[in-house]
């Protein structure tokens, strides 16, 4: 056998393992080396033809990411699906989806995720944002792979592989949200749906919204949000001549109130440094805005101490906090009106739901689903951390303001937090378990027979 009759024999299987380099993605390959289960490539796929819809804000194309749910779901044959419009322009389209149980009189199941996403700079990221390239180690990065198209997608194939199994018919009607406009406060996609005579319908007794991904080995499960107060104070004083000194300048008092409130944040924090609380369970403000000064051509007039200042602070409030006692302080310390001071506070949020309890769900045995979700997550061999206030705001809060129990679960264990971030990647193999996940929980809570 000469050598040249030898290299063509060879030939072959190399040009085969040069064609699986181009054609496999990256982790399937990996894993035949390594022990773990083999990638299942369908539900990956669909998840990156999702992430390709740009949904991105200011422009979201959601007619787009409709029809491709639309498409999916229509291959689910125990779902029925509508689609719902709540403002007159019909640009802001809604998709729900029905898998109706046995017992359509008991409260139903809701899972929600949102269609939109934030808007991503392209010559930040290391792969294109809306490309959801597959990397060599099973990364997906795309924006909203994490926030929140990961738990969309995995609700749909949980259900898929759920409906195939003969034996299984849920006995609650489950029901499966896409909302528009999440991302900029829900007021044209949540917040009106949940007013609709379609939401009274439901008869919605349980929620899952999105949660966020957790960097360590247990999933992340969150009972309430934290409600944001955007608070501008502002001073008033006699204007003088730069040189001079004197009592009750604009400057001085909104200078005074500056230092009171930057107290008050130390306090807080300190709490959290201490170990004593979460950065979610404390009342967070931070000065995010200054506005004082004579304006001149070249900067400000230096000679002249203005009649005006003021400052702005984003505040954050759990829904442990109390809003009364918080309105006192600021009209008494922090923008009293002896120090000639005025204040604004816009409430972006509700702090209390429509019974005047504070807007959170019960994490304890008083609320049955919160046992029922628990089990389903343990069952599926997943860990829980202990449950946490999410820092900001989502769509959750618009359901708890009616009382409906809802929690924030997006099962992503071992993963950077990533959401609005620049690289915002999911791993293959984390989404797929997500899928599991799910299974089991959505077993259970449609399973459910217990009084609510
Ligand atoms: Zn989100």
Same mark, same amino acid.
């Given at each position: 056998?000469?050598?040249h ?7 072959l +299987? ?9 054609f ?12 773990? +289960?083999? *990638? !299942? ?7 990156r ?9 200011p422009?979201? !194309? ?12 229509s ?12 403002? +007159? ?8 989806l029905?898998w109706a149980?046995? !017992?359509?009189?008991l409260p139903? *199941? ?12 392209p ?12 990397a060599?180690d ?5 924006r909203g ?10 609700y749909?194939e949980?259900?898929?592989? =759920?409906?195939?199994?003969?034996q299984?018919?849920?006995l ?8 528009p ?6 007021f ?14 439901l ?6 919204d ?5 960097p360590?080995d247990? %999933?992340?499960?969150?009972y ?20 001079r000194?004197?009592d009750?300048?604009?400057?001085? @008092?909104?200078?005074?109130?500056i ?7 130390? #306090?807080?924090f300190?709490?959290v440094k201490?170990?004593l609380a ?5 009342i967070?403000?931070n +000065?995010v ?13 230096? @000679?002249m ?10 505040v ?5 906090a109390?809003?009364?006692? =918080? ?12 120090r000639?001071?005025?204040?604004? *506070? ?8 429509y019974?005047?309890r504070?807007?959170?769900t019960?994490t304890?045995d008083?609320?049955?689903w ?14 829980? #951390? ?7 705001t989502? !769509? ?7 009382? *409906? ?9 071992n ?12 791993k293959?193999?984390?989404?797929l378990?997500?899928i599991?996940? %799910? ?5 259970s809570?449609?399973s459910f027979?217990?009084?609510?």
């Amino acid at each position: 056998m000469s050598r040249h009759h030898h290299r063509r024999r060879l030939a072959l +299987p190399v040009f085969f393992l040069l064609l699986l380099e181009v054609f496999l993605p990256s982790a399937a390959k990996n894993h035949h080396q390594s022990t773990d +289960p083999p *990638i !299942d490539p369908i539900p990956i796929t669909r998840f990156r033809e999702y992430l390709r819809i740009i949904t991105a804000h200011p422009t979201p !194309d959601y007619t787009s990411a409709i029809n491709y749910l639309l498409n999916l779901s229509s291959e689910i044959p125990s779902l029925q699906s509508e689609v719902l419009y709540f403002t +007159p322009q019909k640009d802001k389209p809604l998709l729900l989806l029905t898998w109706a149980g046995s !017992d359509p009189t008991l409260p139903s *199941i809701l899972l929600n995720s949102h269609l939109d996403s934030v808007p991503a700079e392209p010559h930040k990221w290391v792969h294109p944002p809306f490309s959801a390239h597959y990397a060599g180690d099973g990364k997906i990065f795309a924006r909203g792979a994490q926030d929140d198209k990961c738990i969309g997608i995995q609700y749909l194939e949980a259900i898929k592989s =759920l409906s195939q199994e003969n034996q299984f018919r849920p006995l609650r009607n489950l029901h499966i949200s896409f909302v528009p406009d999440e991302e900029t406060g829900g007021f044209d996609g949540m917040a009106k749906f949940v007013e609709s005579e379609e939401f009274k319908k439901l008869n919605v007794g349980f929620v899952l919204d999105e949660g966020q991904a957790s960097p360590g080995d247990e %999933y992340r499960v969150f009972y309430a949000d934290r409600s944001p107060w955007h608070i501008v104070i502002k001073a008033v004083g006699i204007p003088g001549h730069g040189s001079r000194m004197y009592d009750n300048c604009a400057m001085e @008092n909104l200078m005074k109130s500056i230092e009171v409130i930057n107290k008050f944040r130390d #306090a807080e924090f300190d709490k959290v440094k201490a170990g004593l609380a979460m950065n979610s369970e404390v009342i967070s403000a931070n +000065p995010v805005f200054l506005n004082a000064g004579t304006p001149s051509p070249t900067g400000f007039v230096m @000679n002249m101490q203005p009649s005006e200042a003021e400052a702005g602070f984003d505040v954050r409030l759990p829904p442990t906090a109390d809003p009364d006692s =918080l309105r006192r302080r600021i009209a008494e310390e922090w923008a009293p009106a002896w120090r000639n001071m005025t204040f604004k *506070i816009t409430e972006k949020g509700p702090l209390r739901d429509y019974l005047g309890r504070p807007l959170l769900t019960h994490t304890n045995d008083s609320n049955p689903w919160w046992s029922v979700f628990k089990d389903a997550v343990i069952a599926a061999s997943g860990k829980l #951390a202990k449950p946490e206030i999410l820092a900001s705001t989502t !769509d959750a809060r618009f359901m708890r303001q009616l009382g *409906i129990p809802t929690l924030g679960f997006s099962p992503m264990k071992n993963t950077p937090i990533l959401l609005h971030d620049h690289n915002e990647f999911l791993k293959d193999s984390v989404f797929l378990e997500g899928i599991k996940v %799910y299974k089991s929980i959505i077993r259970s809570l449609t399973s459910f027979a217990g009084s609510p």
